[in-house]
């Protein structure tokens, strides 16, 4: 029974074996990988752009911020924003 079991198995194995052969691959693996890096570039550009435009309108945000603060002490210039470079100089020494 041992030999008849062996005999079948392996008749079966050699036949499933064949049968697989006769069909060949619809997509070859370079082109799988193609695609996949085709679709990572585009997910990359995508958050690559959501982020550019982030950055943007946190940097409007920050302008329309520094304008109003500027506004509410009656100077309308960038440079009432700006810190008098003793006081920097004296800031460090003190460090």
Do not use: H, I, Y
């Not at 990988?33 to 982030?54: H, I, K, P, Y």
Request: charged fraction near 25%.
């Amino acid at each position: 029974m041992n030999k008849l079991g062996f005999a079948v198995v392996g008749a079966v194995s050699l036949v499933l074996a064949a049968c697989g052969r006769n069909e060949s691959d619809t997509l070859n693996e370079s082109e799988a990988q193609n695609v996949e890096a085709g679709t990572l570039n585009d997910l990359a550009a995508n958050a690559a752009n959501a982020e550019m435009e982030a950055l943007g309108n946190q940097q409007q945000q920050l302008e329309a911020e520094n304008a109003d603060a500027a506004a509410d002490e009656g100077e309308t210039s960038n440079d009432a924003l700006k810190t008098a470079p003793s006081e920097v100089e004296d800031d460090v020494q003190g460090m």
